[in-house]
């Protein structure tokens, strides 16, 4: 059979269909062949719930993501997650909670634990309520107890989620927070001791302190720290939380000010009779010493970086932690970096003051402040090119700034040198400052990092 011209005859309407073809096969290549975005959807979702499979990670890496579906969350929470560029085989997983009307978010950004994360590659689970008050359920009697439903059901779920999804150490899961954080640390430790190898809780209450029977999230008698119990009373609503558990108790760090007005600083020696009693020790401390000006830690069970409890009072501070470096010594104290427990080369030196010391003054009225910063060069080398690291009490914000650049202009902050003083010499100092709105708290930064390392205070 002859095919005349190899077919090269072609009706109009042939043309038509090749160039039609020609146009749609770019897209349909588009469509068949791209990998699917990676998506924060459980594994455990139904099927018409989750994405195609796809080799990227559940959430982008090195932002911070909201995470939903992802597990049993009976009071609604929100789930957000920052992951590092660079995640260590098998992380860890930190738990970081926030203060009474602040956010998960709000909390990413106004603490230096993702930098931290970034340094040491575990990753970073940051609960946020949306009930109207913004504070954490820490006194309900479906919240203290195991398995009884709220806030720490649903934080479970987040632990387990970021384990699964990340394959993560199991072993290795830690928690903090902050004043209403600091609380659900304590309750998180209590609740679910064979999750949390440790926690660290910054301006918090006992276990159970806050408990109420009426529906209300407040206890005046607790937060004015006029509640006191023997060390073995509170260590008795602990092992309440999980009856007939007879496992390994968490790890427990404690950081309080001695002029906190919200959380009164009773509360401090309240946590560490609960909490030495639980892990079965006397309430007399291992040792005791000043790791910075004002500071006063005492270590029970022993002295390393890794004791069973750890407690730090604040000489003369507020209600305004962590403040910049603290993030660090938990961090130290989890065993997240080289000088923990955890993989690497084993036990080393805690974070110490370096060649750096700071002197500050602030001068405050009525809803402002000004604040006069030295850092002096007090180590045998110039210093070429700084940044100066402070966490801003909560409710402040930087309006104006002399001698640097600063960055945010609230929670965690950074001020970096201006062209003319970016070299300090030895034994020189530089002074710079700037002026803050407030909301009632107008304390100074309780710690300052020159170029990532602790400075002491003058």
């Given amino acids: 059979m002859s095919r005349t011209g190899n077919n090269r005859t072609r009706t109009p309407l042939h043309r038509a269909l090749v160039t039609f073809l020609g146009a749609l096969a770019p897209l349909l290549a588009t469509l068949f062949l791209t990998t699917p975005a990676a998506s924060a959807v459980p594994s455990g979702a139904p099927a018409a ?6 080799a990227a990670p559940a959430a982008p890496a090195a932002a911070l993501t909201e995470v939903t579906n992802f597990g049993s969350n009976p009071s609604n929470l929100q789930m957000y997650l920052y992951v590092p560029d660079t995640v260590a085989v098998r992380p860890a997983v930190l738990v970081a909670v926030h203060y009474c009307g602040g956010s998960g978010p709000a909390f990413h950004s106004g603490t230096e634990f993702a930098s931290l994360a970034d340094r040491y590659g575990f990753i970073v689970v940051y609960p946020s309520v949306t009930r109207a008050s913004r504070c954490f359920d820490v006194s309900s009697p479906q919240a203290l107890r195991r398995g009884g439903g709220s806030d720490p059901v649903g934080i479970r779920s987040m632990v387990d989620w970021a384990t699964r999804t990340y394959g993560a150490d199991t072993g290795r899961v830690y928690v903090t927070g902050a004043s209403s954080g600091a609380m659900m640390t304590n309750v998180l430790l209590g609740d679910y001791p064979d999750v949390f190898a440790a926690g660290a809780a910054f301006m918090g209450v006992p276990f159970g302190c806050f408990a109420t029977t009426d529906g209300s999230e407040w206890n005046s008698a607790c937060a004015n720290g006029t509640v006191s119990r023997t060390p073995a009373a509170w260590g008795d609503l602990v092992r309440a939380a999980y009856p007939g558990y007879s496992g390994p108790r968490p790890r427990m760090q404690l950081w309080h000010g001695t002029e906190d ?15 030495t009693n639980v ?3 006397a309430q007399t401390p291992a040792t005791t010493d000043s790791p910075q000006s004002g500071w006063t830690r005492t270590r029970y069970g022993s002295s390393g970086n890794q004791a069973a409890v750890e407690a730090i009072s604040l000489q003369g501070v507020g209600h305004n932690l962590p403040a910049g470096g603290m993030a660090a010594r938990a961090v130290t104290f989890f065993g997240l970096d080289s000088g923990g427990s955890g993989p690497g080369p084993g036990p080393g030196p805690e974070p110490q003051p370096g060649t750096c010391r700071v002197a500050v003054t602030t001068s405050a009225w009525n809803t402002g402040l000004t604040a006069s910063v030295t850092v002096t060069n007090t180590g045998t080398t110039p210093v070429d090119g700084w940044k100066l690291g402070f966490t801003l009490p909560s409710g402040q914000t930087i309006t104006s700034g002399w001698g640097a650049t600063y960055a945010p202009v609230t929670g965690a902050v950074t001020a970096t ?8 010499n030895p034994g020189a100092g530089v002074t710079i400052g700037y002026q803050a709105g407030h909301s009632g708290v107008a304390a100074a930064p309780g710690a300052f990092t020159l170029n990532g390392t602790a400075c002491a205070l003058a």
């Fill in 279 to 281: 892990h079965g020790l």
């Fill in 417 to 424: 040198n201006a062209p003319y003083n970016a070299t300090i």
């Fill in 49 to 54: 719930a989750r994405p195609a499979p796809a």
């Fill in 261 to 275: 007005a919200i959380l009164r600083y009773p509360n401090f020696g309240e946590e560490i009779k609960q909490w």
